[in-house]
């Protein structure tokens, strides 16, 4: 898989990346700008639905609401354009979880084949579209003690790997092998409730293969590492 990334911002993105969807569709956005996709951030509440609106009011910082504002502005204007409809009439559900059944898993679109994932990170987001099940993450690179404090939680060989690195490769290594996980899991709907140890995905500079899945790390801006993951079709 050859994984581009579109950039999103205050205005109407074509699609033309969006018709072919033999693979991800996957765009890059500064979650800091007040207009994204044409719509403006400060009117929001006209086109997300009720649960978005409320888990925004739950974000106590201004800041923080404006990312999360703007990354799901961004996500409907996609959709939307996929779907061929407005992004406020994108509807927008939960599948059921794959610990307890219940309905807060993976968010997924309402009855349509559309697969879609969203990761943001500091002021940048990330967003997917595919036909198939997808997952994008982004990270920050971390700090030297949030390494020493991960290491124990991953897969043996990538701990292994991790330490045998320099202290100053630790850092980027850790977000390149962390933003490949979480897409992995993402995708496949565990997300991280059953830890982090597996699969096994490697730091090296390319990731290691899984089986029925393509994975692949994205261009990022500095201090940050991306990747995604979609699975292969039948």
Do not use: N
């Not at 990022?220 to 590492?225: E, F, I, K, T, V």
């Amino acid at each position: 898989m050859i994984a581009y990334v579109s950039r999103l911002d205050g205005t109407a993105p074509g699609f033309d990346a969006l018709a072919d969807r033999q693979g991800p569709s996957v765009w890059s956005l500064d979650t800091t700008l007040d207009v994204v996709g044409g719509l403006r951030v400060a009117d929001a509440a006209a086109t997300l639905d009720a649960a978005e609106r409320e888990r925004a009011g739950r974000l106590l910082r201004p800041g923080d609401r404006h990312r999360y504002l703007a990354s799901h502005l961004g996500l409907r204007v996609l959709l939307g354009g996929v779907l061929g409809v407005a992004p406020e009439e994108v509807e927008l559900v939960r599948e059921d979880c794959r610990c307890c059944g219940e309905p807060h898993g993976r968010p997924a679109v309402a009855g349509d084949g559309v697969q879609f994932s969203l990761s943001h990170s500091g002021d940048i987001a990330y967003l997917a579209v595919a036909d198939e099940p997808v997952g994008v993450d982004v990270e920050k690179v971390p700090s030297p003690a949030a390494v020493a404090d991960v290491l124990p939680t991953l897969h043996p060989a990538e701990t292994a790997e991790l330490r045998a690195l320099a202290d100053a490769g630790r850092p980027p290594a850790l977000a390149r092998l962390g933003a490949r996980k979480e897409a992995y899991l993402k995708a496949t709907g565990a997300g991280l409730a059953f830890g982090v140890d597996e699969p096994y995905v490697g730091s090296a500079p390319a990731p290691a293969p899984l089986p029925g899945w393509s994975l692949a790390d994205l261009p990022a801006p500095a201090g940050y590492a991306a990747a995604v993951a979609v699975r292969e079709r039948d």
